[in-house]
């Protein structure tokens, strides 16, 4: 198939799998529900940052509506079965349904479908706010939101590094390196002098000997202004007779000859870390910024209700 279909579009799916009176976990429908649909393994191996995959996570949120709604049964933890509310959704709707379709049934007197009704009365006086589309189940939505925001951070944190002194960025990028767990147990991690630095800018001891070390270049680039050939080539020149291996680091990109230099190189092993790449690294390990919100997403624990 073309593409996945949204938590809503696994919905009859879902319904399908159980049409034969059969009890299925969580597990079963996952693998069952996939192939109702004709997921392809590119699509079933799509993984969320939270570790899930994509298609079970909106499965997960698919089976979750139809048994709030009466549509599904839970006989036991993690299991389903489908009821007669699921039957009359699946025989009015056979190809698709909506979460609107179904909560419209609910509005049927001769419907057993039971829509999810607050106890609470609405704010008057809250703005109102549209509804999410529903291509993406509530943890898609929260970890797009997420993403958004750390694109926004990743941009500020490149124009700050841009706009401070050279030491400061050379500093940076070697807390970064410690921050990823680079200098070990007892090894050192240090800027190197501005002046006579022979092209390093930072060197990092993994042990306490200092017997490996991990040699560091900062190049603070402006936008636009792509680390070339000639670069890397005097940073391999610098760390003849010292290592065979270093870290290149730049809040810019990297020319297509630079990437080729380093990927054929003999004479050192070279990593490239480009400006993306850079404030990806400082975002995921807390260098340069410091948690706003913190948000607790709950489920209903099973074992309380047993």
């Known amino acids: 198939m073309a593409e996945m279909p949204t938590w809503e579009g696994f919905m009859t799916p879902c319904l399908t799998v159980l049409s034969d ?3 299925r976990s969580r597990r079963e429908m996952n693998a069952l529900a996939a192939d109702v649909v004709g ?3 590119s699509q079933r191996a799509t993984i969320l ?3 899930q995959p994509m298609y079970a996570n909106r499965i997960g949120w698919a089976l979750s509506f139809l048994a709030r709604v009466g549509a599904l049964a839970r006989p036991s933890r993690g299991n389903y079965e489908i009821t007669d509310a699921g039957r009359q959704v699946l025989a009015r709707f056979p190809s698709g349904v909506t979460e609107s379709e179904i909560e419209g049934l609910g509005d049927d007197p001769n419907s057993a479908i039971h829509p999810y009704v607050p106890s609470a009365k609405p704010d008057v ?8 589309p529903a291509t993406l189940d509530p943890t898609e939505q929260i970890e797009q939101g997420v993403a958004r925001v750390h694109e ?3 941009k500020e944190l490149l124009e700050r590094l841009r706009g401070k002194e050279p030491a400061f960025f050379e500093q940076a990028v070697v807390d970064l390196l410690v921050a990823m767990g680079y200098g070990g147990t007892g090894g050192l991690a240090a800027a190197t002098q501005l002046v006579n630095d022979g092209g390093i800018d930072g060197i990092i001891d993994q042990d306490v000997l200092g017997l490996n070390k991990v040699y560091v270049q900062a190049k603070r680039y402006a936008a636009g202004n792509s680390v070339g050939r000639p670069e890397l080539q005097g940073f391999v020149g610098a760390l003849i007779g ?3 291996r270093g870290v290149f ?3 810019s990109t990297y020319s297509k000859g ?4 380093a990927d054929r190189s003999t004479a050192a092993r070279l990593i490239l870390i480009d400006g993306a790449r850079l404030t990806e690294l400082m975002i995921r390990f807390g260098v340069g910024v410091q948690v706003k919100d913190t948000f607790h997403v709950v489920e209903i624990d099973e074992d309380f209700f047993e």
Do not use: C, F, N
Request: charged residues 20%; glycine residues 6%; aromatic residues 4%.
């Open 21 to 23: 009176g059969s009890t």
């Open 39 to 41: 997921l392809t393994e």
């Open 49 to 51: 940052s939270s570790g």
């Open 125 to 132: 006086t809250a703005p109102i706010i549209d509804k999410p």
């Open 152 to 154: 926004a951070v990743a």
């Open 242 to 244: 010292k290592a065979d």
């Open 249 to 251: 680091i730049t809040t």
């Open 258 to 261: 630079a990437i080729e230099y």
